[in-house]
């Protein structure tokens, strides 16, 4: 599920003030206070997360307390889980009418839009077997994408990462720049945190 505008759903508690936009027919003294959360606020991400956590309450999901974006409710041994992502949802349930009643509920709150069954969220692929049952997660396509952002993707995988026998010498200055180099372990980070292989 996508929320459309979704900012705009969340009141500012706060007074905030700005300019009118070029193009907007105002006195040149005029200046506009926001009653809603935009997108460039700093409070905007916040007053719309607080917004979306109190309709999941009133629908009886309860937020995890080891990631905050994950909501479950398990009400006559039905297992309903959503996960949000700012303005993008993903609804999992045991129950297929528990979960297209908790859209149509969300729908009668909020602008969205139904993409249907989940193929991908954030960069991870979900695949899936009806028949037996299985749901697997794929990063091949942000790995392939990071291995040539990073010039690697034809690069041949050896068992060690240094040459045999290889002596190495005291550098006066880095070789690698260390802004690259704290990157590249951060989008490495993400496929190693966001799916794990299967254990046998």
Known sequence: MDVKAAYLNGKLKEEIFMEPLPGLDTSVDMVLRLIKAVYSTKQGGWVWYEEICQTFRNMGYTRTSANHAVFIHTCDNIFSI?????????????????????KDFLMKHYLMTDLGEASWILGVQVTRDHDTGWIALLQQKYIEDMLEQYGMLGTCPISTPILPNQHLAKLSSPKVDIKTYQCAMGVLMYPMLATCPDIA
């Open 82 to 102: 959503i996960i949000l992502y700012v303005d993008d949802l993903m609804l999992s349930s045991t129950c297929l009418k528990a979960m297209l009643e908790d």
